[in-house]
């Protein structure tokens, strides 16, 4: 109970993992961080978890399979390629043992001064269309949701989508129509459609997530692997940025 | 919580405060103060003047000295003179204030909000010399230079006191009908939000445009326009190209029709008042302008449309009764049509099943066409109400003729084909529109 209105399981931990973050002192959440927020509210997420050491890493890796994903996990790296801080297609243990001090010796001299809480070691995902959710509060409008195709798409050619949150599923697939790149989502040159379904789940949730929490100020997934359709989609990255606290 | 706009638009009586002369940079105040008496001269109200020169015939020179109770005043001031004269004449009962006065001092602006607050005011401003229009009462509370206003059921919002001109110069040049006018100036009182919230109640108005500079609430905008669309077409201009992305986004998802171009709002607005909401997009073309017409395939499409060419049933009813008329894709009538030839024509196309609206495309000074074919053109448009018909008179001297014959009919005359394929293009999205509320 909570003000005498009872929370949602998901809105409680929610909650929790953004009050965790805060209590630290922290705007920015970690990947990992940022998914189980994610995987709470119920976007499909690729399996991370967090090894402090090497061991941890391998024992971890035994049950997420090979291959898989490293990623550099530490509350002052952000920009986690910028500091060669991720290697992907890790298809052994004798692989991981080398990636692992690679990437954590990588990141140390990226920032020296950087806490290293260890490495993620995450589920690999196949090839698929990327795409970005995105959220962020608006200061006029509020609550809002962007999509996007990844990559250069976003970055040079500016080809995203606007919604207000929250938003009906015809409003989000009227997004992901709208921009100019669809035709690469619809299928074109005999590649099968991806499936659309799957992403108009996810940015209607990231709609729901921004409305219930106006303190995210910032929200990115990017990418989002889009399989074929009935494939699903799953969010690959989550950067989620908290508001200044009131 | 909107405020009751009332007083703003239908004050039973007015006071007018200014000064007639003035030297210098304050001679701006005495121009609009002259402007705007002069404009209250058709107002079926009381009004009242106090001219501070004491220069204005009939007119008072002290400000607490004017009649008790009072809906609107009008304060026409440079701000040195603001802050002394405004306290004096609010000693006496005001219900709404239009501010003209401009490039308030912060500690002004903070000062004339206490007052407001305080008297419980009603504030158009500051720097809304744009001020309000109601034709349905005279209601001239503006410094335009004598503006000529038709009275009809377009209703205009404004922020900027020089797009506030513009659209009042606009709807001279298209002899639009206006229902009711309002420029917010910097909007520290009542704001686009609060005029759209009356307007939507407003039995005079039918289409409402509204020019955006900024906005500082966005979320309660649309949220308003929300409600509004659901009666009326809204349609907004985007005055600034700081407003992009989100701003965009969200008008679209309220149902709202954006555009950027300042020609077009005018002409399409009123449009969407005298022809329905169109189902499709497939566009019939009737004309005498061949030449014309040939381009209307490019247009169309670049609004998203497409012509209609009629069914061979259509076409076989059209040239069996007139054998001169050329059907290749648009429907040629000849440069000697008259009404009744565009009569028959228009009604066979509106009764074709693959026609979604119909563009006529007219040239007047070379054919044998006259003003009172152009009306009977007009008839036929009255008549269908699922299918939008509209005029497009693309020689300038033609559609100045068409602009004044048409101005009070149900036929919408465009310009230039582009505008009337854009015109059509709203039309369909009003229609898509209406129809997503339907299922929700």
Known sequence: MFLGV???????????????????????LLELEGKQVLAAWGIPVNRTELAKNLEEAVRIAREVHYPLVIKIASPNILHKSEAKGVKVGIASELELRQAFNEVVNNARAYNPNANILGVTIQEYLPPAREVVVGGLQDPSFGATVMFGLGGVWVEVLKDVSFRLAPLSAEDAREMIQEIKGYPVLAGTRGAPPADVDALVDIIQKVGQLMHEFPEIAELDINPVFAFQSGKGAVAADARIVLGEKK | MSPELKALFEPKSVVVLGASELMGEDSLYAMFFRFIVGNFSKFKGKVHIVD????LEGSEKKPNRAPRDRDLAVVVLPKELLEKNLPKLLTRKVRALILVSGDLEKKQEEGLSNLVKRKKLLLLGPNAAMGVINTANGLMATAAREPIIRRGHLAIITQDSSIAAMMLDRVHFHNAGISKFACTGEGLGVDETDLLEYLVRDKETNAICICINSLKNGRRFVEVIRETVKEKPVMVLKASPRLEGVFEAALRQAGALLTENIGELIPIAEGLIKQPPMRGNRIAIATNFPGQAILAARYLSEAGLEIATPSNETAKKITKKYPSVRIKGFVDLGATAKASHYKFVIEQLLSDE??????????IRSSLLESEDLCEIAEVAKKSNDKPVIDVVTCDEDYAIAREILADTKLPAYDRIENGARALKMHNLRWKMLEKLKQK
């Open chain 2, 52 to 55: 501070l020169s004491g220069k």
């Open chain 1, 6 to 28: 009872s929370m949602t399981a998901e809105k409680r931990k929610v909650t929790e993992i953004i009050n965790l973050v805060q209590n630290e002192g922290r705007r920015e």
């Open chain 2, 354 to 363: 693959g026609v979604a609206g119909v563009m006529v495309i007219n040239a």
